[in-house]
């Protein structure tokens, strides 16, 4: 099982509110906690109009990048077991972290 750290951006299976299926979402790792746990920040492409959202390019990157620019949305944090990450994307610069 790979490793996951602070800055990484991962891709995991989101749940959709009735629980019967998942979509492929980014998000961005913010903590790791003890155990398997990730504390995690939801990544969208939609464009958010609120005092929380992180605008988020290619030039954000230190590997890896996003399709599309992109939000982070830190008014959305989640905790995930890290076996549930399906595959890691890039890595933050330091700057955006």
């Given at each position: 099982m790979a490793k996951f750290v602070k800055g990484d951006v991962v891709v995991v299976p989101f749940p959709?509110?009735?629980?019967?299926?998942?979509?492929?979402?980014?998000?961005?790792?913010i903590a790791t906690?003890?155990?398997?746990?990730?504390?995690?920040?939801?990544?969208?492409?939609?464009?958010?109009?609120?005092?929380y959202s992180i605008s988020l390019d290619d030039r954000d990157f230190e590997t890896g990048s996003l399709k599309q620019p992109s939000n982070l949305r830190p008014n959305r944090l989640f905790t995930?077991?890290?076996?549930?990450i399906l595959y890691r994307i890039g890595?933050?610069?330091k700057v955006k972290i």
């Open positions: 959709f509110s009735n629980l019967t299926q998942s979509q492929r979402r980014p998000a961005l790792v906690l003890e155990g398997d746990d990730l504390i995690l920040c939801q990544i969208t492409s939609k464009t958010i109009k609120d005092n995930a077991d890290n076996h549930i890595n933050l610069n």
